[in-house]
């Protein structure tokens, strides 16, 4: 039965995690995300549940205990923010290369370096475009909300396990520390050793079976020829994912002229900005991405069609701007407002900057 409760996004994480059955959770503290850790140390769900949560010595331990648990089958997750998250890159493409599930929490703070812990989505390119090394992707869903927040938890593990790919909850510091009702999903048990071996019997360490060969998770192949033809099935996983998975949302868009495009708390602010906009007989609308990748690249192709531009709004220098762009293949004009550092904007600066990107008046 679920439950309805008042709660921080950074606190939902946690409780959705263990009512998800996760089985493992390996953190370090940070700002703006260091609730999430928190929480499960005061809910001990290893009373409850046999969760293991760990603080480990760093970023980079984190991510490798995360590596280990996934190559066992076991449901593990991280959460961090930005430069932790900078730190996890090596072990992420590794979990990639070795076809891992897993799912990592990243509460974006203003950047680059140590930067600010204000809320900020300059993290959109780590995310996105792979971050560590090699051709491969994450799976990236864009929380707007605490109730997504409790959502895409069960979601992103869903997804992970689907496709043997890490997968990331990539968030801001407003949906971390804002405070929302939200449905609780209820419980489901962990998985039993038996269920896991019949969900991930044919790659999962779980140890050696008369009736199997050896399990070996690895990244590494020393043959190039192997090696290109491993990275030509990845490829065709993430066209798998791209057709399949793409998620995102409309608002006010059927009779729409402009439109702005913006994920999480930039979506959220550019709903007001849709108001007051439409007060002055702006009409514009908004598409959200909710998966930033695979990302909605046909709905925006498709919006392109009939609409005279668009106004990205992201808390940074113009990231998504670019997926955007390219989406549109020069079918409409596209514009970027931003606000960088931490700074997050309001909706009468997000009319101004459409109003002033395309000559606009009420």
Not at 218 to 223: A, F, P, Y
Not at 224 to 230: G, K, L, P, S, Y
Not at 231 to 238: A, D, F, I, S, T
Not at 280 to 292: A, C, D, H, Q, S
């Amino acid at each position: 039965m679920s439950e309805i409760k008042l709660m921080k996004g950074n606190e939902v994480i946690a409780e959705a995690a263990i009512r998800c059955g996760c089985d493992g959770y390996f953190g370090y503290p940070i700002t703006p995300q260091s609730e999430v850790m928190e929480t499960l140390m005061l809910r001990k769900p290893w009373e409850e549940t046999g969760m293991v949560v760990l603080q480990a010595e760093s970023e980079i331990a984190s991510i490798n205990m995360v590596y280990g648990g996934a190559a066992c089958g076991k449901k593990v997750m991280t959460s961090s923010s930005s430069p932790g998250v900078s730190l996890m890159q090596e072990g992420l493409t590794y979990i990639a290369g070795a076809e891992l599930p897993c799912l990592v929490v990243d509460v974006v703070r203003g950047g680059p370096g140590l930067g600010t812990i204000q809320p900020a989505q300059s993290d959109y390119f780590q995310a996105t475009k792979g971050g560590g090394h090699g051709d491969y992707h994450l799976i990236v869903l864009a929380p707007a909300s605490v109730q997504e927040m409790n959502d895409f938890v069960s979601l992103g593990f869903d997804l992970a396990f689907k496709y043997r790919n890490p997968a990331m909850i990539l968030a801001d510091g407003v949906i971390g520390q804002m405070m929302e009702k939200v449905e609780l999903s209820p419980y489901k048990p962990r998985w039993t050793e038996e269920e896991i071996e019949k969900i991930s019997g044919d790659w999962a360490l779980t140890g050696k079976k008369k009736a199997r060969g050896h399990h070996i998770v690895t990244s590494l192949e020393l043959d190039a020829h192997r090696q290109e033809v491993f990275n030509e099935k990845l490829q065709r996983k993430y066209r798998e994912i791209e057709e399949k998975e793409v998620r995102f949302e409309k608002i006010h868009c059927d009779d729409a002229e402009y439109l702005f495009i913006a994920y999480g708390s930039s979506a959220r602010i550019c709903q007001k900005s849709i108001e007051l906009a439409r007060q002055e007989g702006i009409k514009v609308g908004l598409l959200r991405p909710i998966t930033l990748y695979p990302f909605p690249t046909r709905a925006i192709a498709e919006m392109a069609e009939r609409t005279k531009g668009m106004l990205t709004v992201e808390m940074s220098a113009g990231q998504m701007v670019e997926d955007v762009r390219l989406a549109v293949n020069g079918k409409t004009r596209v514009e970027h407002y931003g606000r960088m550092g931490g700074v997050v904007p309001t909706p009468e600066e997000i009319v101004d900057a459409l109003k002033a990107n395309f000559n606009l008046k009420p």
